[in-house]
């Protein structure tokens, strides 16, 4: 149906299609919360790993250059 140039059914689609993908993100999301705390259950740090996946999804030299500037500040604040 198109009211003032809003194709209703059209929009109803992209709609539907977007509230499947949350439910679907939702659900990778609960996931990934069971794999964390699977991995606590045995001995491993949740908040370390959570880091260890982001440094992962950085590229090498990003990643090098933002551990050269957080060394500069904590020496700067005396904590290093």
């Given at each position: 149906m198109d009211t003032n140039g809003?194709?209703?059914?059209?929009?109803?689609?992209?709609?539907?299609r977007i509230e499947k993908l949350e439910e679907e993100k939702k659900a990778i999301a609960d996931d990934i919360k069971d794999v964390y705390a699977e991995a606590k259950g045995t001995g491993f740090d949740p908040k370390v790993m959570r880091k260890i996946v982001s440094l992962r999804k950085q590229d090498k030299h990003k990643r090098q250059e933002e551990e050269e500037i957080l060394g500069l500040y904590l020496a700067a604040l005396g904590m290093e």
């Open positions: 809003v194709d209703g059914g059209h929009l109803t689609a992209f709609i539907e």
